[in-house]
């Protein structure tokens, strides 16, 4: 990409933008386009009126798209930035073009005329629609100084950063943010930021492995190596995790501790967790290592062992279901333990129950036992006695959930329904939410049956994250038969020959019929082949498409269309038959 380049040495030509020039006194030491023999740009005298623009004027859809066809072709055409670089500055940076319209005639009716007239004879400061297309307001940039001081030898370094992160892979919509979370790395001088990168890159980690990186991590970048993320990467190879695989799972609005990922790591060898063990653990919840155990579990986990429950015991069930060791599910199992200690029953009774029903135990929130001996008007001892007798009556009797309104208890088998609720944790739903309740009630099945389904699209080669958010936008996905999703998936890659990752953006792809998938994409390549439809259409417009539009526009539109359209039809039915 030479945009920045290009940005730099067009402002330098143009002479009607630049009113003073002064050598440097420390000429940049790299031999580059932006090593310029220009100390500052500074605006005419008097200042351009887009530094100081007048009230906004409301800006109009069809308004916002003719400034941004202006814009485009005068940064492509007059500027010389290739087609794409103009057209995302001119679709990226909506405060910019309120500011031009704030500048055209209010007399002339043609917003696209005005435009162009006045761009013929003032010229504009092009870095303020850059940055902010980059996710950056340019009055935050260092740089900009009052009194129409705009960039000055610095800030080429700056822009040589940028040019060398967009360069690596990183994307352009991600800059706003690593500007924000580390600006250190964008003062680096000459080439120091390349080597940064390629030190990452000399872990074993792939180029496009370092970029994801970068962009969830900005902060690895600041200073040497991180050790700590050394050791977390030595770890994971020594139990048999490649290098690539922890950073797949990162996701930009979180923040992570690679001392905690150690700790956790540590913490689990300590316990006795076989390498296997450990691998098998992370892989099946990789959340586990990432956000790290917290204070909760180390202090249940002394707990256990406290009231006798046997180590074998523990580790099987952190092995078989892994969500145990999240901090909530801690939290819980505690408030458990303080609940039957406080109606007197015996450590050998509390080791029995945590032993057999822990992880139905471990996802419900639990009241205080004074609160359940007064809604059953009973006392500890006959609490006890009741629960001693029947284990999960401390879930029916005690949950806050289970309790309904009546006083009644729910008739269904708490197992089938923790599963499907530890699932849905797992996705990241909030437990005691609405959202919750509602997630319940759309997903169907058991939950192993989700979870299986779940990691048929992770196994076909979609981003971890991306599937949760794909399952949230459009959960009917499963609900759907597992062999269902394979046969969607293989007809999409393998006869359509579409990539995977056109399903982020239309998750619902799944929920439509396949055979009305196969027949409107035999229709659409039968009108590509006549040059009849759009070549470049999105597969949601030919999917999602209604009945009544779909004839309009993809079957109507040529003269044989009906009757090749009648012909898919019934060849599909026959198939059915």
Known sequence: MVLYTQMICQLN?????????ATLPKPLSHPSPLSLKVRCFRAPSPPSPLLSPPPPKRLSRLA?????????????????????????????????????LSMIDDKDDDVSRSLRKFLRYNPINEFEPFFESLGIDPSELHSV????????ADDFVLLDNFHVLCNYGLPRNRMGKLYTDAKEIFGYASGLLALKLGAYESLGLSRSTVAKLVVCCPFLLVGDVNSEFVAVLDWLRSIGIESDWMVSYLSCSRAYSWKKMLDTMQFLNKVGYSEEQMRNLFRGNPKLLLEGFGRKLYLFFGRLLKVGVEINVIYSYFVEHPDILSNKCAKNLLRVIGFLCAIGMGKDDIAHILSEYMHLLSTRSFKGHKTVCKELKVGKDDLCRIIKDDPLKLISLASKQEQKGDGKVDSHDPRNYLEKMTFLLKLGYTENTEEMAKALKMFRGRGDQLQERFDCLVEAGLD???????????????NQNKSIIKKKIDFLRNVLGYPLECLVGFPTYFCHDLDKIVERLSMYAWLKE?????PTLTLSTIVASNDKRFLKYFVN??????AVWKSLKRLSNKDKN
Do not use: C, W
């Not at 030509?13 to 020039?21: D, E, G, I, P, Q």
């Not at 971890?464 to 499963?478: C, F, Q, T, W």
């Not at 006549?530 to 759009?534: G, S």
């Not at 539109?557 to 009906?562: K, N, S, T």
């Open 64 to 100: 916002r798209t003719q400034i941004q066809h202006v814009l485009i072709d005068y940064l492509h055409s007059t500027r010389g930035h290739t087609f794409t670089d103009a057209e995302y500055i001119a679709t990226n940076s909506p405060r910019f073009l309120q500011s031009l």
């Open 13 to 21: 030509l143009n002479a009607s933008f630049v009113s003073h020039r």
């Open 530 to 534: 006549r040059n009849a439809v759009n």
């Open 464 to 478: 971890y994250n991306s599937v949760i958010e794909m399952i949230k936008r459009a959960p009917m996905i499963l």
């Open 557 to 562: 539109v040529h003269p044989q269309g009906p």
């Open 145 to 152: 100084l009052p009194r129409g001081v705009f960039f000055l």
